[in-house]
């Protein structure tokens, strides 16, 4: 599974998550199921090195 990084906005606030996912579309839904205030800016493969230095949030798998 991959790491996507997804840049969100929500009441005027910008905010950055790390989703595990099979594919984007995959990774950007996850995030509006969770959030659904939220507005999807952007979705991007995780940068290892850039993220280590600059962290995000991260939306936790829901066990069913």
Same mark, same amino acid.
């Given at each position: 599974?991959?790491?996507?990084?997804?840049?969100?906005?929500?009441?005027?606030?910008?905010?950055?998550?790390?989703? /595990?996912?099979?594919?984007?579309?995959? /990774? /950007?839904?996850?995030?509006?199921?969770?959030?659904?205030?939220?507005?999807?800016?952007?979705?991007?493969?995780?940068?290892?090195?850039?993220?280590?230095?600059?962290?995000?949030?991260?939306?936790?798998?829901?066990?069913?």
């Amino acid at each position: 599974m991959l790491e996507f990084t997804v840049g969100i906005n929500i009441a005027g606030k910008h905010e950055s998550v790390t989703v /595990a996912a099979e594919d984007a579309l995959i /990774a /950007a839904l996850k995030v509006k199921c969770e959030r659904p205030d939220a507005l999807i800016n952007y979705v991007r493969r995780r940068n290892r090195r850039g993220d280590i230095r600059h962290p995000h949030g991260a939306i936790a798998a829901k066990s069913e």
